[in-house]
């Protein structure tokens, strides 16, 4: 199993080495490694407990923000592979490596009273000053009931957003600002030189 790891490590180390992720942190051998390790051995965690480093949690009814690393997409790869009792391929891994460049990337928590609340918020980018659009957004039309269905909140959505990282400094603090209906406003501040 390890000699499979090891591999695996060794014929991504030339991808990874050149290409840029999400944050502009390359993920060397040793962090491909570590990444999986982490996952692996927090299987048994849920996604909030797991990602609990990446993540910031305005409480229950309120909303959550994760910044989808490109070590912490080997880090969920990782756990759900353990879970079938498998390894990452390289495939996969390719695949999330593929899908972080470029970008900032912030899967959100996010709750309300309609059932099509989710599509009314929209989300920028707070960077020195400026406030930078998403490149890509899924947000899903309906949102689902939430455990203390029918009193409030009613309803929760799970929606991803995607910036472009080409103007944004990987060391420097960061706001995702969601604004929602009637002037509601949710703010998470990450400092990307404190995120692996």
Request: net charge neutral; charged share 30%.
């Amino acid at each position: 199993m390890r000699l499979t790891i090891l591999a695996l490590i060794s014929l991504l180390s030339v991808f990874l080495t050149i290409q840029a992720e999400g944050i502009q942190l390359e993920l060397k051998e040793k962090d491909l490694r570590d990444a999986i390790e982490y996952g692996r051995a927090r299987r048994e965690l849920s996604h909030p407990e797991l990602m609990k480093d990446w993540r910031i949690d305005l409480g229950y009814g309120v909303g959550s923000a994760t910044i989808i690393t490109p070590f912490a997409g080997i880090v969920i790869l990782a756990k759900e592979s353990a879970l079938k009792l498998m390894e990452p391929s390289e495939y996969e891994i390719r695949k999330s490596m593929e899908e972080k460049k470029d970008q900032l990337s912030f899967g959100c928590a996010i709750y309300g009273e309609t059932i099509d609340f989710a599509d009314k918020y929209k989300a920028v980018l707070e960077y020195k000053g400026q406030k930078l659009e998403p490149s890509n957004q899924d947000v899903p039309s309906t949102a689902d009931y939430t455990r203390t269905y029918p009193k409030s909140p009613r309803y929760w959505a799970l929606c991803f957003y995607r910036f472009s990282v080409g103007p944004v400094d990987p060391q420097a603090a960061v706001t995702l600002i969601l604004k929602g209906p009637e002037g509601k406003e949710l703010k998470f501040p990450f400092d990307l030189s404190k995120v692996r």
